[in-house]
């Protein structure tokens, strides 16, 4: 396991992980509190990543369980926070409550080694990395990404990933930050939370 102090803050998706796999890749990053950002901390596939299930498994192994998804949650309840049906993570991130949410975040780092939990495997398809993580790498934290395998990819590799995946790396007519904020729209667009008709 590489466990990387040079990030502050680290997210993890669970996916379909095994809850004792879960529990060592936490532990190896030194994990010490888990940051929900799931608008609805249920898992119907794996039922111990179910809110209470979890808090409650993770309160066995000393780590603290933060429900921040009404907050920092990618499936807003307010309409007017989704654009042609899809969740505008641009609206979402000018709220008040989500700065809140942040500094919610930022005050437990200041107590704890905070990993935000999410369902999604992979950074690039959850808004934990694409909305929450943006706006914390945006204010200057260094953030890390655990990986199933047990590896901690920094935020600004992730970044790299992304501008590949949306072919941002080759935009030769836009400066970087925004070739950059655009990958982040493409990627956004094709992944998150929609309305259901």
């Given amino acids: 396991m590489m ?24 532990k190896d990053a030194g994990v010490t509190a888990v940051a929900d950002v799931r608008s609805v901390p249920f898992s119907r596939w794996c039922p111990w990543f179910s809110g209470k299930a979890l808090a409650e498994r993770l309160a066995g192994e000393a780590i ?52 935000l939990l999410c369902a999604e495997r992979e950074p690039l398809d959850c808004h934990r990395c694409l909305l929450v993580g943006r706006a914390l790498a945006e204010r200057g934290l260094a953030l890390g990404h655990i990986r199933a395998d047990g590896t901690i990819e920094p935020h600004a590799a992730t970044e790299q990933r992304l501008l590949a995946l949306t072919g941002g790396e080759t935009d030769l ?25």
Avoid: W
């Fill in 3 to 26: 466990r990387s102090a040079a990030c502050e803050l680290l997210t993890i998706g669970h996916s379909n992980l095994a809850a004792d796999r879960f529990v060592a890749l936490l």
């Fill in 64 to 115: 603290a369980y933060i429900a921040l998804g009404d907050a920092l949650g990618g499936r807003p309840r307010d309409p007017g926070l989704y654009r042609d049906g899809v969740a505008d993570y641009e609206a979402m991130a000018a709220r008040a409550e989500f700065a809140a949410g942040l500094q919610r975040v930022m005050d437990e780092m200041a107590r704890h080694r905070v990993c």
């Fill in 173 to 197: 007519f836009r400066e970087p930050a925004e070739r950059l904020a655009h990958a982040y729209r493409r990627r956004a667009q094709a992944v998150a939370a929609r309305i259901k008709a």
